[in-house]
C-alpha cells in the first residue's frame, strides 16, 4: 500500500512541475508573442504640463511623429500640477507592458531631487530611459536694453559699481531658471536682487518694460521681446554655444562652473520588455534626423543630437542629477 501511494505522490508531484514548466513556457511564448506584435493599439504618452504648454507641445511633436511609423497612434495625456509629481508617479505606477510613456525633464528627473524632502517615486529605480528628445535646453541670461551693457563681463562690471540697485528676475515654477539665476548671483560674487515670478509671460513683460533689468529665462521665452528690440541676450548656460544663435556665448565662457544644459527624454516605467524600448527608440531617433524637425526644436530654443541609445539617455539623466545634486549643495537649497 505504502509502496503504491509513494508511486502515486511521485507521479502527481511530477504532473504538479510538468503542468508549472508548461504554463512558464505559454506566460513566456505569450510574452513573447506579445512584444513581436506591439504595439497593437494606442499608446500613452503621460506629459507633466498643462496643454500649449512648451513640453506639452514638444511632446505632441514626437507623439505625431512616432504614431506615422509605429502604425498605432501615440496620444497625449496632460497630467499637470506639483511640479511634475503627479504625472511622474502616474508613469511610475503604470502598468510595463509599452503602452504607458512619460515625457519627462530636468525638473522632474533631477531638479525634484533637490527641491523636495520625499518623492512619490524615484526617478532611477522606477523608469528605464528610453531616449533623450532634446540634449540641449538651456537657460539664457539677458538684459533690458536700456541697461549699458552688451556682454556677461560689463553686467557683472556694472553691478559691481551699482550694488543693490539692479534686480534679476526669473520663473519661480521653472526650476531651472531659479537656480540659474541665483547661481549667476553667486559665482559671479553680485548682489542682484532675485524676483521670483510664477509666470514667465509676466517676467519677461516687466524686464522689457525696465521693472526689472535682468532675467534668467528659457530661449522661447524671450524670443518676442527681443526680435522686438526690447531686450538684450547675453549668454546660455550650456556647455556649448547654442546652434541655432552661435555668436551668443556661453555664461561659463566668463563665469566659470556654471553649466546647466537641460534635456527632454522619454521613459517608461520599469520593467518594460528591452525589445519595446529599443523599437520605440529607434522610432524617437528616425523621427528627430528628420527633415525639420530640429529647425522646429530651435525656434523654441532647443537642440538635438537625434535621441541616443536607452544606454546613453540614462547616461544623460544621471549626469543631469549629479551636477543638480552640486547645485544644491552649493546653494544650500533646503528641500521642502
Known sequence: MHTVRGVFRIAFCGAMIALGAAAHADTFSNQTFSNKTWPSRPIKLIVPTGPGAATDVMARLIADGVSRTLGQAMFVENVPGASGILAHETAARAVPDGYTFLFTNTSGMAINLISFKQLPYDPTRDFTAVAVVCNLAPQMLSVNEA??????????????????????????????????????????????????????????????????????????????????????????????????????????????????????????????????????????????????????????????????????????????????????????????
Open 147 to 336: 541697461l549699458p551693457v552688451t556682454t556677461v563681463a560689463e553686467l557683472i562690471a556694472y553691478a559691481k559699481v551699482n550694488p543693490g540697485k539692479l534686480s534679476i528676475a526669473f520663473d519661480n515654477t521653472a526650476g531651472a531658471a531659479a537656480f540659474g539665476a541665483k547661481l549667476f548671483n553667486k559665482r559671479a560674487g553680485l548682489d542682484l536682487v532675485e524676483v521670483p515670478y510664477r509666470s514667465a509671460a509676466q517676467l519677461v513683460q516687466d524686464v522689457a518694460g525696465g521693472i526689472n533689468q535682468v532675467m534668467m529665462s528659457s530661449i522661447a521665452a524671450a524670443n518676442a521681446v527681443v526680435q522686438a528690440g526690447k531686450v538684450r541676450r547675453l549668454a546660455v548656460t550650456s556647455d556649448q554655444r547654442f546652434p541655432g544663435l552661435p555668436d551668443l556665448p556661453t555664461l561659463r565662457e566668463t563665469v566659470p562652473g556654471i553649466v546647466m544644459n537641460g534635456f527632454f527624454a522619454v521613459v517608461a516605467p520599469a520593467g518594460t520588455p528591452a525589445d519595446i524600448v529599443a523599437r520605440l527608440n529607434r522610432e524617437i531617433g528616425q523621427y528627430l534626423n528628420g527633415p525639420d524637425i530640429r529647425q522646429r526644436l530651435m525656434t523654441f530654443g532647443l537642440a538635438t543630437d537625434g535621441g541616443g541609445t536607452p544606454e546613453s539617455a540614462a547616461a544623460t539623466i544621471r549626469k543631469e542629477q549629479e551636477q543638480w545634486r552640486a547645485v544644491g549643495k552649493e546653494l544650500n537649497v533646503e528641500p521642502q
